[in-house]
């Protein structure tokens, strides 16, 4: 036997190709397989509560992507998915858990608001931008809170960002019950709290005339492609990204480690915040209506763009399409709901399971990764290998093993 | 202000105070004992609201309030088998992935709810069970010894989670996994069956602040919770990871929010500032933090799945 044996190469090559089919899928296929997954667990639930799975997907599949009207349902609701989404981009490169977003898009939309309100004559080119950038503000600085306390205080960003959810909500409830409710409304058993209907300056105009398609998604889709920009073709975003990595190491290269922190926090819920403004002034009410909870204004956009600024990568770029599938699925949940009696609450359900699955297979992809790029090791070494290079999910730990 | 310092309103106001901390105190202590060996569970709040809905549905149709919190109980350890699989066999991101648990818990209640009940109907609650002779001291009987059984439950479980965690070869293992894994690992100290144990005891308490929440409230609405589990994962912080100081931050809580509600009802706060009042449990609370954070250190694998060698 000589070692040119082309059989005997033939089987090894087979053998490889066998062990490394499941390390290929899970290296290449990791994000769509939690996707398949977690449908197909759906389509149990669906049967188990009676309704036939097929008839729910299809129906979801036409409420979302059939039809000018769905297509821009839709990305209406992609647009404050994809603004949070984009900021937790940036605070995950940092390392930085920001579950603060339903805090900061309600204070980005009380900012939004108040300008507004006091600001109500002013034409709309200069108004629109003005609240717009208020809403940056507002959720910015609510978003620097736990960051400061994380960097000079060492508090834990997802208790501090929690709490903060909690005094935003009841801000929320007071200023639009008290300072900024709507005193015109003539009902007998107290006044509902709401704004009054905000000059029609402060609106966003719409795209497409027949539609709900509005200004925000050129803002939404700007935003994602300059975070994009900032994190990977600046100083600044390889910066942010190094901290994440290793602040240790950030740290000797002389980076200051806890300014980063901030900044990217506030970068963060600069983000949701103006997802916020754009909830208010992109509405069809045109005006901030408070039930008393968070989720009855942000639609749960600030724990929704979690899931899918992860099902996208922690890559803004890839963050767009991830936003407008999940707005598909919320959009879809309705149509779903009316065909077959099932809850759109199935929706929230399944986007737990895929993030569950995600950060599931994560790790096990990491390590066929590692075990792929050793075995490759000896093979070849090529720029493509050496560059790619996996997103920083250690959150709490910080330390990439 | 002379209203609110009648015997018969601080009674009241403390009681309440109590009676509200419980879920509060019994999520956190579960928590408290997954952290000390290094799990960090974020799902709680998914986990209570699941555990909410299953006490509601179990006492809707079978009146029976004992199996229905038995139920509540049983669907926390279950979501415990599905954490630690998450979190210890397949070593997720726990942060991440206890959103991911939430985000389940709050949908899946929220779809049983409407699918299965639809209507909501208030049930039973919990009754007051007086200790006898303790529950007739002036004041003091009423403020803390005629409370429902789940709240006395959840305050003996104070030093028996103390003394397991303190005195306990069991309890030896779960901190020692929690500082430092690969030295456990040395000794023949299984780390994994470990973490399975206490994630499960933990999300097995999880059910049942579930439905003591459920059977304070007597109803159950979708997100009944308003991140009360996030709460208690804050109160372990808190607490420095000491039972006695979890309870300390879950009574706090609990009894700030019961005054400004007293307050409220008595007008001593004009109705149009009270919801700036109830930030306070909150902001107390994210102050404390500040301070704490310097004083007590965190487990020191808090988060970080073990792996042999790594």
């Keep these: 036997m000589t070692r040119s044996d082309p059989g005997k190469t033939a089987r090894s090559v087979f053998a490889s190709l066998r062990t490394d089919g499941g390390r290929f899928l899970l290296i290449w296929f990791a994000i769509p397989l939690a996707l398949v997954v977690a449908l197909l667990l759906g389509a149990v639930m669906m049967l188990a509560l009676g309704a036939n799975p097929l008839t729910g997907y299809s129906a979801l599949l036409k409420g979302a992507f059939g039809g000018s009207y769905a297509l821009s349902a839709t990305a209406v609701q992609a647009i404050p998915l994809l603004l949070v989404g984009v900021g937790i981009c940036i605070a995950f490169r940092a390392n930085v858990f920001n579950i603060g977003g339903e805090g900061q898009i309600a204070m980005g939309g009380l900012a939004g608001t108040a300008v507004a309100l006091t600001l109500p004559d002013l034409p709309g080119p200069i108004l629109i931008p003005l609240v717009l950038v208020a809403g940056a503000v507002g959720g910015g600085i609510w978003g620097a809170i736990p960051g400061w306390f994380k960097a000079f205080h060492n508090v834990n960003e997802i208790l501090s960002t929690i709490m903060l959810n909690l005094v935003a909500v009841q801000v929320m409830n007071y200023l639009l019950a008290g300072p900024m409710v709507d005193k015109s409304q003539g009902s007998v058993g107290g006044l509902i709290p709401e704004t009054k209907l905000l000059s029609t300056n402060s609106w966003l105009p719409v795209l497409v005339p027949g539609t709900q398609l509005h200004l925000g998604i050129v803002i939404a889709v700007s935003v994602a492609v300059a975070a994009y920009l900032l994190l990977w073709r600046t100083s600044y975003g390889f910066k942010i990204r190094a901290v994440g990595l290793s602040p240790d190491a950030s740290a000797y290269a002389g980076m200051s480690v806890k300014r980063t922190i901030v900044t990217a926090m506030t970068l963060s819920g600069a983000c949701c915040g103006l997802a916020g403004a754009i909830l208010v002034f992109g509405s069809l009410p045109h005006r901030m209506v408070a039930d008393g909870s968070l989720t009855g204004f942000t639609g749960s956009a600030g724990f929704n763009g979690i899931v899918v600024a992860l099902f996208g990568g922690l890559n803004p770029l890839w963050t767009i399409v991830s936003a407008f599938f999940f707005g598909g699925l919320i959009v879809g949940g309705s149509a779903l709901q009316i065909a077959t009696g099932v809850p759109s609450d199935l929706v929230t359900a399944l986007s737990g399971i895929v993030v569950v699955l995600v950060v599931a297979l994560e790790y096990q992809r990491r390590r066929a990764r590692a075990r792929s790029n050793a075995a490759a090791g000896a093979r070849t070494t090529s720029r493509l290998r050496l560059r790619r290079r996996d997103p920083p999910l250690a959150v709490m730990g910080g330390d990439e093993q | ?310």
């Design chain 2, 1 to 310: 202000m002379n209203d609110f310092f009648t015997f018969a309103v601080l009674t009241t106001t403390v009681a309440s105070g109590i009676a509200v901390a419980t879920p509060f105190l019994l999520a956190a202590l579960g928590e408290t004992i997954g952290q000390r060996s290094g799990v960090l569970n974020l799902g709680v709040d998914g986990i209570m609201l699941l555990a909410a809905f299953v006490t509601y549905f179990i006492a809707l149709k079978t009146g029976d309030l004992f199996i229905a919190i038995l139920a509540g109980a049983a669907t926390g350890t279950i979501m415990g088998v599905v954490t630690a699989i998450v979190s210890v066999k397949l070593k997720a991101e726990q942060g991440i992935s206890g959103i991911g648990v939430y985000l389940f818990g709050l949908g899946f209640s929220a779809l049983l709810f409407t699918k299965l009940v639809g209507t909501p109907l208030p049930i039973a609650t919990l009754q007051p069970v007086g200790i006898p002779l303790l529950d007739q001291i002036p004041v003091i009987g009423g403020m803390f010894f005629n409370q429902n059984l789940l709240v006395y439950l959840a305050f003996i479980l104070v030093p028996v989670v103390t003394i397991m965690l303190n005195r306990t070869s069991y309890g030896l293992r779960i901190r020692a996994v929690g500082e430092n894994p690969a030295a456990a690992d040395t000794l023949g100290v299984s780390v994994a069956l470990i973490r399975w144990s206490t994630v499960m005891l933990g999300c097995t308490l999880a059910g049942l602040a579930g439905a003591s929440l459920l059977l304070y409230n007597g109803i159950f609405q979708v997100n009944l919770t308003q991140a009360a589990g996030f709460i208690a994962v804050a109160l372990v912080y808190f607490g420095g990871w000491r039972p006695v100081g979890v309870m300390a931050g879950a009574l706090l809580y609990g009894l700030v929010g019961a005054v400004i509600l007293t307050w409220k009802s008595l007008g001593i706060i004009p109705l149009s500032a009270s919801d700036l009042a109830a930030t306070a449990p909150a902001i107390i609370t994210v102050v404390a933090l500040l301070f704490i954070a310097r004083r007590f250190r965190q487990p020191a694998v808090l988060g970080r799945p073990y792996e042999r060698g790594g």
